[in-house]
């Protein structure tokens, strides 16, 4: 584990497929309709069914568990920026965390993440602060 | 219909107390990514009080009559007085923190205070919720 300013981790890719909503759902209790249901994603909006904005916080959150060797975390947090549509195909797609040390102070390492698929951001401002 | 403005700074009674098991630990793990199975060391993942979060703001919407499927989630932060923990009895407070009305959509700001069995502050997950009015098209 390198908690060092400037230090960049390496990605984490995480393939998110239907399977992994209806998993998702199931662990976290969030049985929206969105998040399974193309008519009642489209008829709100959305262009088909999309990931918890919480499974992509929370697969991020595993990145940062990951680089740190499981640091107990302060502060965990994002918006929801772009929504993560997941196709109904056996392949879905790619949820990509990247991130480094912002900034080491007081015991406590501030981590900037970079949340994308396909190389558009879904997250804005995530961010972590983890005890260094 | 939009949400009640008077909402702003009600509190919801506490949600029922809730035990954090391995189990679910693991089966929540597993569901963001953990590698493999569970281990039986596995930490609580940082966005597990969600789950609790997320029983609170459905007794609140229940409560408001409002649908789940209208609502997307905008934002979310966890704010950690100590980790959550196997064996931790937790309770959810619930607070309307804000509401605003935006091209027909309401965003709503929402503050839980995760509690322990001794009343002491686990973590405060703060959510902004946009709720989509029944006129509205795609904006997301």
């Known amino acids: 584990m390198n908690l060092t300013a400037g230090h960049i981790f390496e990605p984490q ?18 049985f929206n309709q969105i998040h399974w249901s193309d008519r009642v994603a489209t008829s709100v909006g ?6 918890h904005g919480m499974l992509t916080l929370g697969l991020a959150a595993r990145a940062v ?15 929801f920026t772009n929504p993560v549509v997941v196709p109904d195909d056996d392949t879905g797609t790619l949820v990509r965390v990247a991130g480094s040390v912002k900034k080491v102070e007081d015991g406590l390492a501030t981590l900037a993440l970079e949340v994308t698929v396909d190389g558009t951001k879904v997250l804005g401002m995530p961010k972590a602060v983890v005890r260094a | 219909m939009p949400v009640d403005s008077t909402l702003v ?10 035990t954090v098991t391995r189990e ?18 596995e930490k609580v993942p940082a966005t597990f009080p969600i789950v609790l979060a997320f029983d609170a703001m ?10 789940l499927f209208r609502i997307v989630h905008g ?10 923990r196997v064996g931790d009895e937790l309770a959810v407070t619930l607070t309307v923190a804000s509401l605003r009305q935006i091209g027909g959509n309401d965003i ?5 205070e995760i509690r322990d069995a001794s009343g002491d502050l686990v973590c405060t997950a703060t959510a902004t919720l946009l709720h989509r009015g029944e006129a509205e098209g795609a904006n997301a």
């Not at chain 1, 995480?14 to 209790?29: D, E, I, K």
């Not at chain 1, 959305?46 to 990931?51: N, R, S, T």
Request: net charge negative; glycine share 12%; proline share 8%.
């Open chain 1, 13 to 30: 890719e995480f393939p998110v497929t239907r399977a992994s909503l209806v998993q998702y759902a199931g662990a976290s209790g969030d």
């Open chain 1, 46 to 51: 959305l262009p088909g069914v999309i990931a």
């Open chain 1, 65 to 79: 568990a990951v680089w740190t060797d499981g640091a107990e975390v302060v502060d965990l947090g994002a918006k």
């Open chain 2, 9 to 18: 700074g009600r509190v919801f009674p506490p949600t029922r107390p809730y």
């Open chain 2, 24 to 41: 679910k630990v693991g089966e929540f793990a597993t569901a963001t990514g953990a590698a493999g199975a569970p281990g039986t060391a």
């Open chain 2, 58 to 67: 459905n007794a609140f919407l229940a409560a408001e009559r409002i649908d």
């Open chain 2, 75 to 84: 934002e979310q932060k966890f704010h950690y007085e100590r980790p959550v």
């Open chain 2, 108 to 112: 709503i700001g929402t503050s839980s």
